[in-house]
């Protein structure tokens, strides 16, 4: 019912910066928080920064005071400003998004982007 296609990912050498974004599309009628996460080879998926509807950011500490999160609700959107990154911040990085697909039925349903490459180099 809904689709989240990622663009932006890249590589970067150690310091350099990096734009991210991830645009939902299908049955929407309402996007509740969305996020972004990563998983490193051999490593588990984890939480990189969440957005709620009304702009209330979380991050992980490992990217705090590095990386950016927002987002633009007419355009159901997602972004991640990715600044001083470091070769530990390689990995996959996915969007999230808690969509509710319907006015009448009020479900909860979670979203993945397909996930693309982040590579930072020492």
């Known amino acids: 019912q809904v689709h989240m296609v990622e663009s932006g990912g890249g590589s970067v050498q150690a310091g350099g910066s990096l734009r991210h974004s991830c645009l939902a599309s299908?049955?929407?009628?309402?996007?509740?928080?969305m996020g972004w996460y990563r998983q490193a080879p051999g490593k588990q998926r984890e939480l990189v920064a969440t957005?709620?509807?009304?702009?209330?950011?979380n991050y992980a500490d490992s990217v705090k005071g590095r990386f950016t999160i927002s987002r633009n609700n007419a355009k159901n959107t997602v972004y991640l400003l990715m600044i001083s990154l470091k070769p530990e911040d390689t990995a996959v990085y996915y969007c999230?998004?808690?969509?509710?697909?319907?006015?009448?039925?009020?479900?909860?349903?979670?979203?993945w982007g397909q996930g693309t490459q982040v590579t930072v180099s020492s």
């Open positions: 299908g049955s929407i009628f309402r996007i509740n928080t």
């Open positions: 957005i709620t509807r009304g702009g209330i950011a």
């Open positions: 999230n998004a808690d969509v509710v697909t319907s006015q009448t039925m009020a479900t909860l349903d979670n979203y």
